[in-house]
């Protein structure tokens, strides 16, 4: 509980640095929309302020600041606006409806998973592969790391095209960008883990005249359990991301991601941060669920503390 | 002895290939170990006392030579399973309890589940540690994780134990006690033992025979029988005979670094 108060400090800090920053960004706007209503501002004329600094504009209107947290298409919209936005697309619409943000965020939370999914099971086969095979160590690693030097927003589009070509449409093109992202980290942490055990513990195996596959089933794989989760929770968020992008490409209706392409092509500026907190929240709660997987198999396995 | 000769090497060589260059681990190693010897092999370090317990167990492959155990080859001893190993760390896994590291030998070797409880069952009581089975390693001590090593290195019940500074890193106190517990243990047992040790003291309280080595090349330059009694209590390190052979081993010891 002690630490209730600074998680808290650090809250309001946040918030009122995001609460400051809305005056000059918004502050434009709010003057131009004050003069249309009659009243005095400094200096006059929209003209005149668009090249002023949203800063010196701000400390010569104090009496303009509370429109720079009510507006409707602000450049920065205010903590309370995006909250509200939330709950309103959260709590207050049905979860079928196409303004609802539950609705968008399991089109993208399908996608995720399933991209997750099948990026954690490629990620743990070739993983295997690469530690029991010299070949595969040399041939398939180098492509792995070039695979992520890739800007995901390059590749994404050509994927999906390609896809589409072959009429492969909907979920799975998004998951397939999702694996993409998260089956890196799986091989490199399984990889990794399944090489951790010590030469002793081999030789151990081979003392008992152990086979191959005794020697992975008793030894490299459960030595590797705590590396995979290290590598699933990046592995997760990764999915996220993927899923995200996967949607923007298509000019996709549904979704976190169209959320925040329809937003910007209509400059719903609320609509966009919001989308982005409701993927924060959503890759928070799935990062958590890992932690929380993690904790109860390593408990299990005697490796907790 | 009169016993079967159960180790037998001939001239045993070893050469490893190091990016420096050749190392020459061991050279002409020749010697018989006897069923139910209890042998120690002791020298400072490099001198191949490990290398060579290492090719009893097929762990490293001579380069010359001949080796025997059982009569086979190192390598069909090995898959016959026909020596427990025990390693200088406990080695146990973590993600283990201490019945189930005892166990990881036996489901390797396919014993039933009813065999497998009842062997950790008996080799739990054999080093003492009956009660513990269910507890995980981090809970032990380390001389009584070195013990459940020892207990899973007896539990499939080879008739050979090797035995690579299994108490190197304990104190000397918890040393002392498992010194004497192993000795009960051989009396029991009546296994063939052989021990890589750098203490004289163990080496002479615990061997029926002393293998002093010697480095660059490791070689054997001194084998002692002990006539010291089989029923050994602690304090028979401080009768004249003990110390002799100390001293002995001593100078073994001694002469094999007069070469550098």
Redesign the interface.
């Known amino acids: 509980m002690r630490s209730v108060v600074p998680v808290l400090a650090v809250v309001a800090v946040i918030l009122a640095i995001w609460y400051l920053a809305c005056l000059p960004m918004n502050i434009h706007t709010a003057l131009t929309n004050a003069e249309r209503a009659g009243v005095a501002v400094q200096p006059e004329g929209a003209a005149e302020r668009r090249d002023r600094s949203g800063i010196g504009l701000a400390l010569t209107n104090p009496g303009q600041w509370a429109d720079t947290w009510a507006q409707d298409k602000p450049r920065l919209p205010a903590p309370h606006q995006v909250l509200a936005e939330l709950w309103d697309t959260t709590a207050m619409k049905k979860v079928t409806s196409k303004r609802s943000l539950v609705f968008h965020g399991w089109i993208t939370l399908s996608a995720t998973l399933l991209g997750f999914a099948i990026g954690t099971g490629m990620g743990i086969v070739l993983a295997i592969g690469i530690v029991h095979s010299r070949a595969m160590d040399m041939s398939v690693m180098p492509w792995a790391i070039a695979s992520q030097t890739i800007p995901i927003l390059a590749i994404a589009p050509m994927i999906i095209v390609v896809l589409n070509s072959v009429g492969v449409q909907g979920l799975l093109p998004k998951a397939i960008i999702s694996a993409y992202l998260s089956f890196f980290p799986v091989v490199v942490g399984m990889v990794k883990g399944l090489r951790s055990p010590d030469a002793?513990?081999f030789?151990?195996?081979?003392?008992?005249?152990?086979s191959r596959g005794?020697t992975f089933a008793?030894?490299r794989l459960?030595?590797s359990?705590p590396y995979l989760f290290a590598s699933l929770k990046v592995g997760i968020a990764a999915s996220l991301v993927g899923a995200i992008v996967g949607e923007l490409p298509t000019g996709a209706v549904r979704g976190l991601g169209a959320r925040l392409l329809t937003g910007s092509y209509y400059g719903q500026t609320i609509q966009i941060w919001s989308a982005l907190f409701a993927t924060a929240v959503l890759a928070a709660v799935l990062v958590a669920l890992i932690a929380g997987a993690e904790r109860m198999t390593l408990k299990r396995?005697?490796?907790g503390r | 002895m009169s016993q079967a000769t159960v180790i037998e090497a001939k001239n045993l060589d070893l050469t490893f290939q190091t990016n420096d260059g050749a190392v020459q681990a061991l050279s002409g190693v020749t010697l018989d170990i006897a069923a139910g010897d209890f042998v120690s092999f002791i020298g400072p370090s490099g001198c191949g006392k490990t290398t060579f317990l290492r090719c009893i167990a097929a762990l490293e492959q001579p380069t010359g030579g001949t080796l025997t155990v059982n009569g086979m080859t190192p390598e069909e001893a090995r898959k016959a399973r026909a020596y427990g190993y025990v390693f200088q760390a406990a080695g146990l896994y973590p993600w283990r309890t201490i019945a189930g590291n005892i166990r990881l030998p036996l489901e390797i070797m396919g014993f039933s589940r009813a065999e497998q409880a009842e062997r950790v069952k008996n080799v739990l009581e054999l080093v003492d540690l009956a009660g513990f089975g269910g507890k995980f390693p981090w809970q032990l001590s380390g001389g009584m994780q070195q013990r459940a090593s020892i207990a899973r290195a007896l539990s499939f019940d080879a008739d050979i134990l090797l035995m690579d500074e299994p108490f190197g890193a304990l104190d000397e106190i918890v040393r002392d006690h498992l010194n004497e517990e192993l000795l009960k243990l051989w009396a029991r047992t009546g296994k063939t033992i052989g021990f890589v040790t750098h203490s004289i003291p163990e080496a002479v309280y615990l061997s029926t025979r002393i293998v002093v080595m010697s480095p660059r090349p490791g070689r054997i330059t001194d084998v002692i029988e002990s006539p010291l009694p089989k029923d050994r209590p602690l304090d028979i390190r401080d009768t004249p005979e003990f110390l002799e052979i100390a001293h002995r081993v001593r100078e073994g010891l001694r002469a094999g670094h007069a070469y550098d």
């Open positions: 002793m513990q030789d151990l195996l081979r003392t008992y005249n152990a005794q008793k030894l459960p030595a359990v396995m005697g490796l």
